[in-house]
Structure formats: structure tokens, C-alpha cells
């Protein structure tokens, strides 16, 4: 129900379900049965590029919960196949402080991945 209110609900509405999706990713250990993590990582990738900012930090929460401890490496990948982390980098020159400082620190950790590392270093070499 939640990611479906992520598809169709109002900004409002977009914003209190990625936050609610947060809250039961951060407790999801204690879960009888785990969220789908890939339909609603994906939902919360498309909230990422919703025009309000409170909608995009409540989303880039809830993916962020995927990256946190020992969940990084399996996160990671979940955020790379989501394709989640151009959007992450994108909020690195957003007017928003909040999301700059999130994705800045979303990023130093999921390039702490030497895959990712990897990834990178091949596009890098693309552009050179």
C-alpha cells in the first residue's frame, strides 16, 4: 500500500510514505515478512526526482536505510540496480543543503564499495 501511495499520492502523501517505508526498513530485522525491497526501492528511486524536497529527503532516507552497517555492500548493490545513485549524485548540486549533506554522505559510503570504485574509475576513463 505504501509504495503504491509513492506511484499515485500527493507530494504529501509521497513524502509521509517514504518516511513511513524508513521506518519499517529500519526495523526490518524484527519483520515477519520483509518489504520488497525491489519494487519499492525502485518506487523510491522515481520520488527522487519529485519537484519537492521534502518528498525527495523523506525517499533518499528510505534507500538509505539499505546502506547502513553491514547492509552496505547488499544495499549497494540494490541501490545500483534500482538505478538510485545518478539521482543520489545529482543532489550533490541541489539548492538543498539537507539533501546535499545526505547524498555526499551516501556517496562516500557506497564508494567505499571497490566494486563501485571500479564502476566509477571506468566511467572516468570514459570521459577522459
Known amino acids: 500500500m505504501l509504495v503504491q501511495l509513492l506511484d499515485f ?3 504529501l502523501t509521497k513524502k509521509n510514505a517514504a518516511i513511513s517505508l524508513t521506518h519499517f526498513s529500519e526495523n526490518s530485522l524484527m519483520l515477519s515478512r520483509p518489504i520488497p525491497k525491489q519494487k519499492a526501492s525502485k518506487t523510491l528511486v522515481r520520488v527522487l526526482e519529485d519537484p519537492d524536497p521534502g518528498a525527495c529527503e523523506a525517499s533518499l532516507d528510505a534507500l538509505l536505510t539499505l546502506i547502513e552497517a553491514e547492509r552496505l555492500q547488499s544495499g549497494g548493490k540494490v541501490l545500483a540496480e534500482a538505478n538510485a545513485i545518478p539521482s543520489i549524485i545529482k543532489f550533490l548540486s541541489s539548492s538543498s543543503p539537507t539533501l546535499q549533506e545526505k547524498a555526499l554522505n551516501a556517496l562516500e559510503r557506497i564508494f567505499r ?5 571500479r564502476i566509477m574509475g571506468l566511467c572516468s576513463d570514459a570521459f577522459s
Open 9 to 11: 499520492g500527493t507530494t
Open 113 to 117: 564499495l571497490p566494486e563501485f570504485k
